[in-house]
């Protein structure tokens, strides 16, 4: 079974950067192939959850448009982890985030909960003023 724990989360300002970061346990399973894909999902106080991005092995990725040309989604093999950082920080950004696993849907990572398997506990991120 995939383990997945997040760090990093914390207080932010407006404007400001905040970067978190997902290990893997199993790495080698989850980065076989480009067949598995790990994602960020945030959720603030009643909402839904909601995608952020995810990456495959080869670093293929993609974003929502949410956090676009604001997140830097990166792979370090060599740690087992998987970094996500949020430039330009509003209040919005504000919630829960959350690691997941999970396949990749026709060689891409699908932006849907339900299909990832294995989830981290999350970490909080609070960006205020």
């Known amino acids: 079974q995939v383990q997945l724990v997040e760090s990093g989360g914390g207080s932010g300002q407006p404007g400001g950067s905040l970067s978190l970061s997902c290990s893997a346990s199993h790495y080698g399973e989850t980065f076989a192939d480009n067949r598995r894909c790990v994602g960020w999902f945030r959720q603030a106080p009643g909402k839904e959850r909601e995608y952020v991005g995810a990456v495959q092995r080869d670093g293929l990725r993609n974003i929502a448009d949410s956090v676009l040309g604001r997140a830097i989604l990166s792979l370090d093999k060599d740690k087992h982890t998987i970094h996500l950082q949020i430039n330009s920080l509003r209040p919005d950004d504000t919630g829960m985030y959350y690691c997941?696993?999970?396949?990749?849907?026709?060689?891409?990572?699908?932006?849907?909960?339900?299909?990832?398997?294995?989830w981290g506990q999350g970490t909080q991120v609070t960006v205020s003023s």
């Open positions: 997941a696993s999970g396949p990749s849907v026709v060689d891409d990572c699908p932006r849907q909960s339900r299909t990832y398997i294995y």
